[in-house]
């Protein structure tokens, strides 16, 4: 299925990204960075600052502690109350991992299916992947398959 083009900008209010790296409504934006460069604060501006219908937070293999930490220290009440969260812990088996994460691209389509100004905060797509390389047994590094590391 073809996907539309994208025609109309989405301003998140962050100068950087809107002068340099402008987003336009529909598009697919990946933002990937070492631990501790500011990827969640970044995230948190944009959600709090961005004009959606709703907002949806997919927490794929991230600590409890971590998650409440957001939502409840970096997340506006604003965006609270039009937020959708899926969370799936660092403990939690792939499996879970793996349908957190397609349930919430489901609910993201679902609302995008309607009408509706969506944005999808899909926090870890690493451990999403890691997750489902392990149900599959996809080979993840030097070709040994996972269920053979050490």
Do not use: W
């Not at 349908?99 to 797509?125: C, N, T």
Request: aromatic share 6%; hydrophobic share 45%; glycine share 10%.
């Amino acid at each position: 299925q073809m996907r539309a083009p994208i025609e109309t900008v989405f301003p998140t209010k962050l100068k950087i990204i809107d002068g340099l790296f402008t987003i336009g409504e529909g598009q697919r934006l990946g933002l990937f960075a070492p631990a501790g460069a500011g990827k969640t604060t970044t995230v948190s501006i944009m959600a709090n600052n961005m004009d959606a219908d709703v907002v949806i937070f997919a927490m794929i293999g991230e600590r409890a502690r971590e998650v409440v930490e957001f939502l409840e220290g970096e997340i506006g009440p604003e965006v609270i109350k039009k937020s959708i969260t899926i969370v799936s812990t660092s403990e939690a088996n792939p499996l879970e991992k793996v349908r957190s994460g397609l349930v919430a691209v489901s609910i993201a389509r679902h609302y995008m299916e309607q009408g509706k100004k969506v944005v999808l905060y899909f926090d870890s797509l690493t451990r999403f992947a890691r997750a489902q390389a392990m149900l599959d047994g996809t080979p993840i590094k030097g070709g040994i398959p996972i269920g053979v590391s050490l």
